[in-house]
């Protein structure tokens, strides 16, 4: 995985500089620093960044004006692929390797789209996708269209994922195909195993691993109480998902579409795991759901960072809008409601003018003070007061776990 700084040079443009594991990158206007940039706010050696296990950390030198991550002065933080960061007057971004190579938007797409019904028709037509049989249309909603499947060559039952597409041309194919397989090689017990991928003229297909046991809202269906479930079976998501941004954050991938319907339960292991990653991947080519023409919103907005939602389009792939995302699922089952309740976008802008629903005491008998805390901090309507980082998030998670006496087993 490959780390770039990008910046504006006042004098030479646009600037991006790859960051090279082990080494330093030093930030400042001096002959010391790396970057040289002739900006009087900044200090000669002001910042430096360092790539350690494939994640970037931003340390602050002793500057005289401060080094500022989400509008918070920082000493020493963890980034990820993204965010931005203020150092003097000039603004600082972090990229991976895996934004670059990113599916790019298609023109046109938001004009034409796709007809849904047609293409379930044509796909029960054809009876198949690739050597994948069509058994059964399980799901149809938000964006993609869920079959029930089986390997023909290993009997194994598999989830054959369908995303409706407009017209693409070779090289949206050819990019979409590039971060499957960029996907693909990243194998963890907390995300949904991709087996095989491909795109067809109007649309994009990948086949997964089957969960029969459901997901979250599932769950809450058979098992809730007034729409909610116990407090440590929120505890039980929180360790599981924040295992799997922390792999997604090593890899600098943000998912973007964190939902209960995309968090399954795997009952061979009794845990939680995170799903259609690669389908929030393949809907960068679409803007079917855009505030503007550079910002792409999920299908469901009520798990949405409120900063998306505004069309801030520097926090339009920071991790700590999933972690938002994440938090306003845990919130769901704890009290029935995310922070600002579901609908549509007319319905949600006005509602962030006043105070989210946050988790209390008294919506669940006994509930922990630590799990309340834990919740309302990963719900933060403001991205500087979450977890900057998955790893710091994760490590919380653990901690709360081990004062509570639960464990993930």
Known sequence: MSWYL???????????????????????????????????????????????????????????????????????????????????????????????????????????????????????????????????????????????????????????????????????????????????????????????????????????????????????????????LDWKDAWRVAYCIAQSLEVLERHGIVHRNIRPTNILYRSAEDSWVLSDLVVAKAEDVQQNAMVTQHVYLPSKLAYTAPERLLGNESDTHSLVSDIYSLGAVLTEMLSGDPPYGHGELKDILPRLRREPQVVTAKMQLGMNELIIDLVNRMANPDPASRFSTARDLWEEVKRVGRLTGMTPA
């Not at 706010?41 to 950390?57: F, G, M, N, Q, Y």
């Not at 693909?184 to 969960?211: D, P």
């Open 6 to 228: 990008e910046y504006k040079h006042p004098e030479a443009g646009p600037q991006r500089i790859e960051l090279v594991e082990g080494h330093s990158l030093r930030i400042g206007r001096g002959s010391d620093s790396d970057t040289r940039i002739p900006d009087t706010s900044l200090s000669r050696v002001h910042c430096e960044l360092t790539i350690e296990d494939a994640v970037p950390t931003l340390t602050d030198l002793a500057s005289s004006t401060g080094t500022f991550v989400a509008g918070k002065r920082i000493q020493r933080q963890k980034m990820s692929s993204g965010q931005e960061f203020q150092a003097g007057n000039s603004l600082f971004r972090l990229v991976s390797e895996s934004q670059l190579d990113a599916p790019t938007q298609m023109p046109g797409m938001a004009a034409a789209k796709p007809d849904v019904t047609k293409l379930i028709e044509e796909l029960e037509a054809k009876g198949a996708v690739e050597r994948y049989p069509l058994l059964e249309l399980v799901n149809q909603g938000g964006r993609n269209l869920v079959f029930r499947s089986q390997d023909p060559e290993s009997g194994q039952a598999v989830a054959v994922k369908v995303l409706p597409t407009a017209a693409a041309s070779e090289e949206d194919e050819a990019r979409f195909l590039r971060a499957m397989k960029m996907l693909q090689a990243i194998r963890a017990s907390s995300l949904v195993s991709l087996y095989r991928a491909g795109r067809r003229k109007n649309y994009c297909w990948v086949a997964m691993e089957w969960f029969s046991s459901g997901s979250i809202e599932d769950r809450t269906l058979s098992h809730g109480i007034a729409g909610r």
